[in-house]
Each structure stands twice: as structure tokens, then as C-alpha cells.
Nanobody, 124 residues
Framework: QVQLVESGGGLVQTGGSLRLSCAASGRTFSRYGMAWFRQAPGKEREFVAAVSWSGGSTNYANSVKGRFTISRDNAKNTVYLQMNSLKPEDTAVYYC?????????????????WGQGTQVTVSS
């Protein structure tokens, strides 16, 4: 079992930055691929970014490429999402997820564990 707890969300103005953190329980964190997904009101959940178990491979949605950076610290059992140049359309609940295959892919299918989410609101 893996428990994921997100933090770092909040209200920020357009063009601002936030860093989300996702702390994981368990000693096997370093085996998991990790990802961030988001869901805006009235919309389906969408992929944001993912990182492989080693951190050597990352994957981003086109909408955030160049603005967001995903990283992980396996010693701290934590994955991060640095979000810069935020836009109102980035407003959503952001969820982190853990993938047992370790690859860090964009499809939600392999992600077995999910956090409760953290709200990010970008004002115009």
C-alpha cells in the first residue's frame, strides 16, 4: 500500500508560480513511476506530467510544456511539480499518482494509487 498526500496548492495571480509536493508513505517509493493529473470543474481529469522511477525520464502535457517541471527525491519519498507562468486555465484540483510499473506514462490506467488532491486557483 502507498499513501500519497499532496500539498502546496493555493491562490495565485496569472503569471505567478507554485510548487506542489506529494509525500508518499512506504519503502518502495523509488520503484514507482509518479505523475500529476488535474481536474477542473465540469471537465475530465487530464494528465499533466510524469516521471519515471529513477527520475531519468519525464513526460509532459503539451499545455504545460516549458512552464511546469516535475521532479522527485527518492530519499525523501517526495515528488514535486514546479509550476511557473501560471494561467487561469491551470485552475484545477491537482492529484499525484503512483504507477507500479515505474515508467511514468501519460495514461491514467497504470496508476494504482492516488492522493486526495490539492486545489490550485489562478486568478486573472
Amino acid at each position: 500500500q502507498v499513501q500519497l498526500v499532496e500539498s502546496g496548492g493555493g491562490l495565485v495571480q496569472t503569471g505567478g508560480s507554485l510548487r506542489l509536493s506529494c509525500a508518499a508513505s512506504g519503502r518502495t517509493f523509488s520503484r514507482y513511476g509518479m505523475a500529476w493529473f488535474r481536474q477542473a470543474p465540469g471537465k475530465e481529469r487530464e494528465f499533466v506530467a510524469a516521471v519515471s522511477w529513477s527520475g531519468g525520464s519525464t513526460n509532459y502535457a503539451n499545455s504545460v510544456k516549458g512552464r511546469f517541471t516535475i521532479s522527485r527525491d527518492n530519499a525523501k519519498n517526495t515528488v514535486y511539480l514546479q509550476m511557473n507562468s501560471l494561467k487561469p486555465e491551470d485552475t484545477a484540483v491537482y492529484y499525484c499518482a503512483a504507477d507500479l510499473y515505474g515508467l511514468g506514462v501519460s495514461s491514467a490506467a497504470p496508476y494504482e494509487y492516488w492522493g486526495q488532491g490539492t486545489q490550485v486557483t489562478v486568478s486573472s
